[in-house]
């Protein structure tokens, strides 16, 4: 899971514990899923691995013997993933003149030209080239490379260059804002291009990746970039044709139902799958190949998944039915989740809420903050965190009114069906192979589940929540072209942005930043918050050197970030 952007209230509030076990008997429960969940033996729990297969195993037979039903006669929900993207030798890219006898060129596959990863796996063209110039269309900048296309010369392959035109070395051009190789793309298509060749630009250009992309969106037309210069084009005519392979695996959300023959159904879920030996490159772990356990991320989140579904019996929890979840491929952009809300097995109008957790097992024993995700969601839900008094010795709840960010409960936000998350926070140990069992703070998680209990059974009576939309900033799991290499603490409600992990070898590192260091500035923008932080991040380019201001303890420092 990569955590997301909010403004914070802060509520500490205080519950009794309402399990007539003893604390013990809960938590050796969650010791022994945790610890099969993040062995060696599931290696990284990657979807649609083997590993997770096991994984799938596991928590379906637990969920058994919590006395969960399969829903609609089913345990499993497939679906397929991506593995990898690669461009086979069917690949062409001619140029011609004419009927191609005066003039007929075939240009060479990686050392001349490479697909990229914005283009469609498989498709071919047969047309004229056009050149588009830098394929910008900005009149009030006075650029618009457009503006004298008709309708006679769409439907061709267009040739645009990259990068924007003028000084592409002075910072912050208003133009860099329309030189994005996907907007470009997106222009393109729009003006009618059946195809499109880039070709190289000045010195600050983005260079596309020869690396094709697993999961990057495409754009339904061959698009591939050329090495060098193009000769004249007046004419001239290419063929065009991409075949990229894209072999697939199965991954698995596993669904326990508890039928209380009801027409709402509460969902509560959590992402079983991990990083795997960080086959897709989601580590922040820099070292030799490894097994990502996912302890914390997010065998935790299952554990007490399942926790629930053994509590959640009796009278008291009659109104409501529950579907329990463990979402696959939620790290790899919520593709369980999304699979699960376009191929509903219930309606979606019988869907009362969502809880999804997602890293519960690390609350800081300073800190105890449990932080609570979507709280704006429904007007119903402060009035329902009201109700809820654990012991503020054991627990502090911080809560965030915004409904998104990159964990499973974005997919049903973005339905406009109501939402909670529940996480303990980020470590040094997020997304490595760190993360490891012997780490889990199992009296944090034991009160956690406390309160996600209470919010269950204060909402038992309430009916169909309301759902409302909130003031969302997404900042998305790929949209920025850098990165800092630190983890924000986001638990933080002072000014600025206070580092709780730097990476060794990124950008931050290498500049000095430490943790504790609170960011206030970078660059031109004010940084009051993680949310700045975002904003001006999604403004870098690689190669940038930034000036940042940072407080460390009563010192103000101010540090060169290279991109």
Not at 18 to 40: F, G, M, W
Not at 166 to 181: K, M, N, R, V
Not at 341 to 359: Q, T, W
């Amino acid at each position: 899971m990569k955590k997301f952007v909010s403004y914070f209230i802060c509520l500490t509030i205080a519950i009794p514990s309402l399990h007539s076990q003893t604390p013990n008997a809960v938590q050796e429960r969650l010791k022994k899923d945790i610890t099969y969940l993040s062995s060696d033996a599931l290696e990284g729990r990657l979807a649609g691995s083997p590993g997770e297969k096991l994984s799938a195993d596991y928590i379906a037979a637990e969920m058994a013997k919590a006395g969960l039903e399969p829903l609609n006669g089913k345990s499993f929900q497939t679906f397929d993933i991506v593995q990898l993207r690669l461009a086979t030798n069917k690949c062409i890219f001619e140029m011609y003149m004419g009927d191609g006898t005066e003039f007929k060129h075939r240009f060479i596959l990686n050392q001349e030209y490479y697909p990229i990863s914005e283009s469609v796996n498989k498709d071919s063209v047969n047309a004229e080239l056009i050149y588009m110039g830098h394929g910008i269309e900005a009149p009030t900048l006075g650029v618009n490379d457009y503006a004298s296309l008709t309708e006679q010369r769409k439907g061709k392959i267009f040739i645009i260059t990259l990068g924007f035109p003028g000084d592409d070395t002075a910072s912050h051009s208003p133009l860099e804002a329309f030189a994005s190789i996907s907007s470009k793309i997106t222009l393109a298509k729009n003006y009618g291009a059946t195809g499109i060749i880039f070709i190289p630009g000045t010195a600050k250009a983005e260079i596309p990746k020869g690396e094709l992309a697993r999961n990057a969106q495409t754009f339904g037309i061959p698009v591939v970039y050329f090495k060098k210069q193009l000769p004249p084009v007046v004419q001239m005519r290419a063929i065009l044709k991409t075949e990229i392979a894209a072999p697939t695996s199965s991954a698995i959300n596993v669904l326990g139902f508890k039928n209380n023959h009801k027409k709402r159904t509460i969902i509560i879920c959590a992402h079983h799958d991990h990083l795997g030996y960080n086959e897709y490159n989601n580590s922040l772990y820099s070292g030799p190949q490894a097994i990502h356990n996912g302890a914390d991320d997010n065998a935790s989140g299952v554990a007490a998944m399942l926790e629930l579904a053994r509590e959640l019996k009796g009278k008291k929890y009659k109104k409501n039915n529950y579907l329990f979840i463990a979402f696959s491929g939620e790290e790899l952009g919520l593709l369980g989740s999304k699979y699960f809300i376009n191929n509903l097995p219930i309606a979606k109008e019988s869907i009362n809420y969502v809880i999804n957790i997602d890293m519960l097992g690390r609350l800081d024993s300073s800190k105890r903050t449990l932080l609570i995700y979507g709280t704006g969601t429904s007007p119903q839900w402060e009035s329902t965190l009201s109700k809820v008094k654990p012991d503020s010795t054991l627990i502090k709840i911080q809560t965030s009114a915004s409904g998104l960010g990159p964990s499973d409960h974005a997919s049903f936000y973005l339905a406009d069906i109501p939402v909670l998350h529940f996480f303990t926070g980020q470590h040094a140990d997020y997304h490595k192979p760190s993360d490891d069992e012997n780490k889990i703070n199992y009296s944090g998680m034991e009160a956690s589940i406390h309160v996600i209990h209470d919010m269950v059974l204060n909402t038992n009576k309430a009916g169909k929540l309301k759902f409302t939309k909130t003031k969302d900033v997404q900042p998305g799991r790929s949209g920025f072209k850098v990165t800092m290499g630190i983890m924000p603490d986001y638990a933080f409600t002072g000014n600025g942005l206070r580092v709780d992990a730097v990476t060794e070898g990124k950008p931050g590192f290498i500049a000095g930043l430490q943790k504790g260091d609170i960011v206030t500035k970078m660059g031109s923008w004010n940084i009051s918050n993680v949310q700045d932080y975002m904003k001006a991040l999604g403004q870098m380019e690689k190669g940038q050197t930034v000036e940042i201001t940072v407080l460390r303890g009563s010192e103000t420092k101010t540090l060169n970030v290279i991109f």
